[in-house]
């Protein structure tokens, strides 16, 4: 007997539908309207092989959500359980216009497809009640504090809504079972234990019911979701589209000739991929989770940042849209405080650790170059540092003539005082923390020698050697940073330079990620892939023990930012005595020092960023701990000596190979 739903089921589900897809509709509208109101331009639309891979890694397979394995496997099975259960919607709806229509499906040597469909819709549907289960126990039982905001009594009725479809799609399927006007009920053997079972009686006012159980449902959660934050089941599969492909560590270049304004403090003001982030963000929390400021108790919380944002523009969005922005709030009223924005390394957990790749890092450099180029404002502990830059080339304000003094007596020539008949094999880009900071200089003579023991034929720029721009440029002073930099490419190219090796990270990605957009174009490597190259073919050979048990720490401007986790890691494992222990928070998901994003310059109140960092240390009982750059050196330095540690040793990884040799 096949169960056919009357004239006034049909009108009645024709205007909820109607209704339903009006709200939807009109909705979304506004928000794809709202995106257009970007003034800022960025082009995404280049490469689409590699965007479509990333669109089907990261969008569809869910790589990233996959890092914490329990929300890993509940989203999964949330997110097949939308994509498989398409067919029943569909399938269901059209009951009320024709009974017993079933989705087409291709035949294989005659054998219809229809029968897996079911079969696959109601293993989903029982993994998405289970995902949901799942769901409500982490966020009411196990309460991590990333999930405790306010957006949990919207989270929990969406958790709601999808375990009342597909509860309600196994019951419906069930009484169509028991009735016998299912299609297939072989391959429905949840359902088919429901009856046998006697859960649902042969009763076709059940039908009845369970039918419209789930068409109310289906058709309440299309009007519910695009007000409230899972919106993202739209736009966050097409922000993994759109993810950035430029390298990780480089900000974009500002047009200081034809820029009239410079960063943002206006929504508007953002690119409208800046702007999708908003609607493609989950509220995980990950990325506030992640972040050593706000570990440390600063007031920067980088989801707020991408939740406030949407918020902004979705209030502010028809007074835009109207021309009527004179006297709305900016961004430093509705996103974020100026102090949170103060308070960001630049560290790059936030971005990595998104799920459906957000960008929080370039915002926060937006706004800060606003402070700084239009307003005028920047911590006043930062305006000698970035005065000393613009006298002397380096942040420490030490005269400019005395930057090669650390290598004196050692016999290393400068790149005005190489001759074409040496042929110099790299420029030592020493940067201006091995310069000037006593500390440091060790590093700087020890990788020198290195180098020399290794015949490597290399030279130094010296009083030549400007601060790369880095500092300047996370700090939001984007003309001091682009003055250094179109420097340096005049002295670089002027001596034809190739090849660069760096010890500062920092250094190493302003020069390989950024000066290409300044017309500096160079192979350039960072010191542990230098030295592990150097090691691979047979020009050292560390014979010597080292006898400690040590730990490493990653910088960020080295890992999370370059992917260059292995190279140095391989030099110690190189080093004879030399025992490794990784730290819990270590590689991808290491800890800032608390040195990045110009923070090496400002006061920190509260806990210190190094301090928390030292902790991870002792959390090893390792004696030593080893890093491959100068920030990172100069921040355990001063924990170990202010927190009465100094029995951990600090060193970089060529001091340790050094001893060796």
Not at 361 to 384: A, S
Not at 438 to 450: E, H, L, S, T, Y
Request: aromatic residues 10%; proline residues 5%.
């Amino acid at each position: 007997m096949r169960m056919v739903l009357s004239a006034l089921d049909t009108y009645a589900a024709t205007l909820f539908l109607v209704v339903s897809l009006s709200i939807f509709g009109r909705k979304l509208y506004l928000r794809i309207r709202y995106l257009f109101l970007a003034k800022g331009q960025e082009r995404r639309w280049d490469h689409v092989p590699t965007r479509l891979k990333n669109f089907i890694v990261y969008g569809i397979f869910q790589r990233k959500v996959a890092r914490e394995w329990y929300a890993g496997v509940l989203h999964s099975f949330i997110f097949w359980a939308f994509v498989i259960l398409g067919a029943s919607v569909v399938e269901i709806t059209a009951q009320a216009y024709a009974s017993g229509w079933q989705v087409p499906t291709p035949s294989i040597a005659g054998f219809s497809l229809n029968g897996p469909l079911y079969l696959a819709e109601e293993v989903i549907a029982v993994l998405g009640a289970i995902g949901v289960g799942m769901a409500l126990y982490r966020r009411y039982v196990i309460r991590p504090k990333k999930l405790m905001h306010e957006g949990m009594l919207d989270a929990t009725i969406v958790l709601l809504f999808i375990l009342g479809i597909v509860t309600s799609l196994l019951f419906y399927n069930a009484a169509d079972i028991a009735l016998g006007s299912a299609a297939l009920p072989a391959w429905k053997p949840i359902s088919s234990t429901l009856v046998r079972l006697s859960i649902i009686p042969a009763d076709p006012s059940w039908w009845h019911l369970f039918w419209w159980t789930h068409v109310v449902l289906l058709f309440s959660f299309l009007a519910y979701v695009p007000h409230s934050k899972h919106m993202h089941i739209i736009f966050a599969i097409v922000n993994t589209f759109f993810m950035d492909l430029t390298p990780s560590g480089a900000i974009k270049k500002a047009d200081l000739e034809k820029t009239e304004t410079f960063g943002v403090n206006r929504v508007e003001q953002l690119s409208w991929r800046q702007l999708l982030d908003g609607y493609a963000c989950t509220e995980c929390g990950r990325c506030t989770d992640a972040c050593p400021a706000n570990a440390t108790g600063k007031p920067l919380n980088p989801m707020r940042i991408i939740t406030n944002m949407r918020d902004t523009l979705d209030a502010q969005g028809a007074a835009i849209l109207a021309g009527k922005v004179e006297g709305l709030p900016d961004m430093f009223e509705t996103v974020h405080s100026k102090e949170g924005i103060w308070a960001c390394t630049t560290c790059y957990a936030c971005v990595y650790e998104c799920p459906v790749m957000n960008e929080h890092v370039p915002k926060i450099i937006e706004m800060r170059r606003h402070m700084v180029l239009t307003q005028g404002e920047m911590p006043p502990e930062t305006r000698e540092a970035m005065r000393n830059i613009e006298q002397n080339f380096n942040p420490w304000g030490i005269g400019w003539d005395q930057r090669a003094r650390w290598a004196e007596g050692l016999g290393i020539p400068t790149m005005a005082e190489a001759n074409a008949a040496q042929g110099i094999e790299v420029l030592y880009w020493v940067g201006c923390a091995a310069s000037f900071d006593d500390r440091n200089r060790k590093v700087a003579q020890a990788f020198a020698r290195i180098l020399r023991k290794a015949g490597v034929r290399f030279a130094i720029l010296g009083p030549e050697e400007k601060c790369t721009g880095d500092p300047p440029r996370r700090l939001g002073n984007e003309y001091l940073a682009q003055t250094m930099i179109m420097g340096n490419v005049e002295t670089l190219n002027r001596y034809a330079v190739t090849r660069i090796v760096a010890t500062c990270p920092h250094c190493f990605n302003t020069l390989k990620n950024e000066y290409p957009d300044f017309g500096g174009r160079y192979d350039v490597v960072h010191h542990s892939q230098f030295l592990r190259e150097l090691i691979d073919a047979g020009r050292l050979t560390p014979t010597k023990d080292v006898l400690q048990f040590l730990t490493y720490h990653d910088a960020c401007y080295l890992g999370r930012y370059n992917q260059i986790f292995d190279e140095p890691r391989e030099v110690l494992y190189r080093i004879p005595g030399v025992r490794v222990v990784e730290m819990e928070k270590s590689r991808d998901r290491g800890f800032c020092c608390g040195a990045g994003g110009a923070r090496m310059w400002m006061e920190e109140p509260g806990e210190k960023v190094n301090h928390r960092r030292l902790s991870h240390i002792e959390e090893t009982q390792a004696n030593a701990v080893a890093t491959a750059c100068p920030y990172c050196l100069i921040m355990l330095d001063d924990a170990a000596k202010t927190k009465n540690r100094e029995d951990i040793r600090r060193y970089d990884i060529a001091e340790l190979l050094d001893r060796s040799l």
